[in-house]
């Protein structure tokens, strides 16, 4: 698919591209030829109104340069040639047959093509004059843009095709890193489900078999309900993300009390962390005010305290922080635990990670990251985390306002 929609760009673009030089080239070809009838008319206007004082053409408009002929009758009936400088009027025969073309035409101007030449026609007291220019001059020049535009356009086109090849690659490659982020997606939500659904499947075939005790098959029992509240917090972390991805999470976007959200984030976690043997420490600066969702925002806070009663090293000290740092709001959640690479502080941010793949069973579904991370994004905010000396920090900057 995406290769498909590479070539479609590339053909798309390059179709645009060839029309516009068709149009830019078509243009200067009429421009050109309109210019040089022009002149080759006004050339033509002037030799055969440029007459001495007994009414006769000088040279045919060779003082003035133009390489012209005139034709004209004199009072016996003859054709009277002039011009011939630039042209050879010695055969009478032809010229009396080029004068008789001109008439014949009935056109005050206009071509004969079987002469290759361009005339003009004055009519005066003393008679009708032609003037005559060949043609051969605006064809070589007209035939030479044409060869000119033949080459720039084979060139340009040659050019463009492969700035397009790299546009085309340059433009897809969102498309492409979504399309295998969307692929990658699937693939870790199906082996999720698998697992507590094999689990859920397994537990129900036992409580059916007449076998085991009533105790087997309520330990069986609290084994599916386990299951299935692992798979309800998996779907609705999906959720989640579904609707951050498409942006239709909801949310009033006004100003709040981010220290007090804060605090309010933390009651509810400390009898939590006491119960898992964890101290939870917090400094929080009083009246730092942000712009946002409270309900999202507050999802971020719950996140990062959830991660850190699950993966603190047993009997630690979890330690939150906020405070003002440059028209920011930096919140810290600080916990102790097995140092993250830089690879990890990366990759810890994208959906089903997980640092430690035992912690699936325990609710750890690698997406609560990926959640606070979009969230962030859309608040005009980020999120990192950092590891150093056993201690993990993760970050949140929003700006104050």
Same mark, same amino acid.
């Given at each position: 698919?995406?290769?498909?929609?590479?070539?479609?760009?590339?053909?798309?673009?390059?179709?645009?591209?060839?029309?516009?030089?068709?149009?830019?080239?078509?243009?200067?070809?009429?421009?050109?030829?309109?210019?040089?009838?022009?002149?080759?008319?006004?050339?033509?206007?002037?030799?055969?109104?440029?007459?001495?004082?007994?009414?006769?053409?000088?040279?045919?408009?060779?003082?003035?340069?133009?390489?012209?002929?005139?034709?004209?009758?004199?009072?016996?009936?003859?054709?009277?040639? =002039?011009?011939?400088?630039?042209?050879?009027?010695?055969? @009478?025969?032809?010229?009396?047959?080029?004068?008789?073309?001109?008439?014949?035409?009935?056109?005050?101007?206009?071509?004969?093509? *079987?002469?290759?030449?361009?005339?003009?026609?004055?009519?005066?007291?003393?008679?009708?004059?032609?003037?005559?220019?060949?043609? @051969?001059?605006?064809?070589?020049?007209?035939?030479?843009?044409?060869?000119?535009?033949?080459?720039?356009?084979?060139?340009?086109?040659?050019?463009?095709?492969?700035?397009?090849?790299?546009?085309?690659?340059?433009?897809?490659?969102?498309?492409?890193?979504?399309?295998?982020?969307?692929?990658?997606?699937?693939?870790?939500? =199906?082996?999720?489900?698998?697992?507590?659904?094999?689990?859920?499947?397994?537990?129900?075939?036992?409580?059916? =078999?007449?076998?085991?005790?009533?105790?087997?098959?309520?330990?069986?029992?609290?084994?599916?309900?386990?299951?299935?509240?692992?798979?309800?917090?998996?779907?609705?972390?999906?959720?989640?993300?579904?609707?951050?991805?498409?942006?239709?999470?909801?949310?009033?976007?006004?100003?709040?009390?981010? @220290?007090?959200?804060?605090?309010?984030?933390?009651?509810?976690?400390?009898?939590?962390?006491?119960?898992?043997?964890?101290?939870?420490?917090?400094?929080?600066?009083?009246?730092?005010?942000?712009?946002?969702?409270?309900?999202?925002?507050? *999802?971020?806070?719950?996140?990062?305290?959830?991660?850190?009663?699950?993966?603190?090293?047993?009997?630690?000290?979890?330690?939150? *922080?906020?405070?003002?740092?440059?028209?920011?709001?930096?919140?810290?959640?600080?916990?102790?635990?097995?140092?993250?690479?830089?690879?990890?502080?990366?990759?810890?941010?994208?959906?089903?990670?997980?640092?430690?793949?035992?912690?699936?069973?325990?609710?750890?579904?690698?997406?609560?990251?990926?959640?606070?991370?979009?969230?962030?994004?859309?608040?005009?905010?980020?999120?990192?985390?950092?590891?150093?000396?056993?201690?993990?920090?993760?970050?949140?900057?929003?700006?104050?306002?």
């Amino acid at each position: 698919m995406i290769r498909r929609l590479r070539v479609k760009f590339v053909c798309i673009t390059m179709g645009l591209m060839a029309v516009m030089l068709l149009v830019i080239f078509g243009l200067v070809y009429h421009f050109t030829q309109s210019n040089l009838e022009e002149q080759s008319l006004s050339a033509l206007k002037s030799a055969a109104t440029t007459q001495n004082l007994f009414g006769r053409p000088i040279s045919g408009g060779q003082d003035l340069g133009i390489p012209c002929f005139t034709l004209e009758t004199g009072f016996m009936g003859e054709i009277i040639a =002039s011009g011939g400088d630039y042209y050879d009027l010695s055969d @009478s025969q032809l010229m009396g047959e080029i004068y008789q073309a001109a008439v014949d035409s009935g056109a005050r101007s206009g071509v004969l093509a *079987q002469y290759n030449l361009r005339y003009y026609r004055v009519d005066s007291m003393a008679g009708t004059r032609f003037a005559f220019m060949d043609l @051969s001059m605006e064809t070589t020049t007209l035939n030479a843009l044409v060869r000119n535009c033949a080459i720039i356009g084979v060139l340009s086109v040659a050019g463009l095709l492969c700035i397009s090849i790299l546009l085309a690659h340059w433009a897809v490659k969102p498309v492409e890193k979504a399309w295998q982020q969307q692929q990658q997606f699937v693939a870790d939500a =199906s082996h999720e489900l698998k697992t507590p659904l094999t689990v859920i499947l397994t537990n129900a075939e036992l409580l059916k =078999s007449p076998e085991h005790t009533p105790e087997e098959k309520g330990r069986f029992a609290d084994s599916i309900l386990t299951m299935t509240q692992q798979m309800r917090g998996l779907v609705e972390g999906l959720l989640d993300l579904a609707r951050a991805d498409s942006g239709q999470m909801q949310g009033t976007m006004e100003p709040l009390d981010f @220290s007090q959200l804060v605090e309010d984030a933390l009651l509810p976690f400390e009898p939590l962390y006491f119960e898992n043997g964890l101290t939870l420490k917090s400094r929080l600066e009083p009246g730092i005010t942000v712009k946002g969702s409270a309900q999202h925002l507050r *999802q971020v806070v719950e996140i990062l305290l959830d991660n850190g009663q699950k993966y603190s090293t047993p009997g630690g000290t979890v330690t939150v *922080q906020l405070a003002r740092e440059r028209r920011h709001a930096l919140l810290t959640v600080e916990t102790p635990g097995e140092t993250l690479t830089p690879e990890q502080c990366r990759d810890i941010f994208r959906r089903f990670y997980r640092v430690d793949t035992a912690r699936a069973m325990n609710h750890s579904y690698g997406l609560g990251l990926s959640i606070a991370s979009q969230i962030m994004e859309r608040h005009g905010g980020r999120i990192w985390a950092a590891g150093k000396d056993g201690i993990n920090r993760f970050s949140v900057s929003l700006p104050e306002i």
